[in-house]
């Protein structure tokens, strides 16, 4: 049974940084080769947007507004997929979830319909 368990939402003030942290169980990105894990987000009143997707062939893609500022890892003997987030916006302000797409088709894309499992999601707030 697939799952995923995000944590490391927070409040930060403009500028500031956070790591969200997702944990992967009932597969793994290293065994499972097409497989993927992304990071999405949603702020009220807005439809749920990607961040950033990594696929198990290590190759990570990030939406352009975060790109210089997030950083995907996946940590394999955690099995767990990280984002580091610099230089927090206000415009950053979302709850953040992570999904997987598994088994997979071997592409990971940007775009939320393609994944089959989601995590609870954290919160991010970001203070002006």
């Known amino acids: 049974q697939v799952q995923l368990v995000e944590s490391g939402g927070g409040s930060v003030r403009s500028g500031g940084s956070l790591r969200l942290s997702c944990a992967v169980s009932g597969f793994s990105l290293l065994v499972n080769r097409n497989s993927c894990v992304g990071w999405f987000r949603q702020a009220p009143g807005k439809q749920r947007e990607a961040v950033a997707t990594i696929g198990s062939d290590g190759k990570v893609d990030y939406r352009d507004a975060v790109k210089g500022r997030f950083t995907l890892s996946y940590d394999s003997a955690k099995n767990t997929v990280g984002l580091q987030m610099n230089s927090l916006q206000p415009e950053d302000a979302a709850m953040y979830f992570c999904?997987?797409?598994?088994?997979?088709?071997?592409?990971?894309?940007?775009?939320?319909?393609?994944?089959?499992?989601w995590g609870q999601g954290t919160q991010v707030t970001v203070s002006s």
């Open positions: 999904a997987a797409e598994y088994p997979g088709t071997g592409y990971c894309v940007l775009i939320a319909s393609y994944y089959d499992y």
